[in-house]
C-alpha cells in the first residue's frame, strides 16, 4: 500500500497548481486521504483532508476558500487544487492515506495517516 503524488512546481505568486495523488494497493475510495504540507524549519502541516466513504472535506484556516480537494473515484485518484498561490504556500507537498477519522480540524493531525507519499514541492515567487 503505497501513494504517489505528482503536479509539484514553480508558480508566480497569484498563480494555480493542481496537485495529483495516486493510491496503490487498495480501494481507495473507502479510506481517507489527505494533503500535508512542510516548508524549511517547520513542522509538517495538514492541509485538506477528505474521509472516505461520504467524501467530507476539512481544511486548514490558511488555505480555506483557495484550495480544494476532491477525488475521482473513476480513475482511482485525488486531487489538489491550489489557486491564488502566495509565497508562504512554498512547502514540500505530501499526499498520505489510510487515516484514522477524527472530527472537526483534528482530522487535519498527520499523526492521523498511516501511509505517506514521498512529496512534491511546491515553489511561489513573488
Known amino acids: 500500500v503505497h501513494v504517489v503524488e505528482s503536479g509539484g512546481g514553480s508558480v508566480q505568486s497569484g498563480g494555480s497548481l493542481r496537485l495529483s495523488c495516486a493510491p496503490f494497493g487498495y480501494t481507495y475510495s473507502s479510506y481517507c486521504l489527505g494533503w500535508f504540507r512542510q516548508a524549511p524549519g517547520k513542522e509538517r502541516e495538514g492541509v485538506a483532508v477528505?474521509?472516505?466513504?461520504?467524501?467530507?472535506?476539512v481544511y486548514a484556516g490558511s488555505v480555506q476558500g483557495r484550495f480544494t480537494i476532491s477525488r475521482d473515484n473513476t480513475k482511482n485518484m485525488i486531487y489538489l487544487q491550489m489557486n491564488s498561490l502566495n509565497t508562504e504556500d512554498t512547502a514540500m507537498y505530501y499526499c498520505?492515506?489510510?487515516?484514522?477519522?477524527?472530527?472537526?480540524?483534528?482530522?487535519?493531525?498527520?499523526?492521523?495517516?498511516?501511509?505517506w507519499g514521498q512529496g512534491t514541492q511546491v515553489t511561489v515567487s513573488a
Open positions: 477528505i474521509s472516505g466513504t461520504i467524501g467530507k472535506t
Open positions: 498520505a492515506a489510510d487515516c484514522t477519522w477524527v472530527e472537526g480540524h483534528r482530522a487535519l493531525a498527520p499523526s492521523n495517516f498511516r501511509v
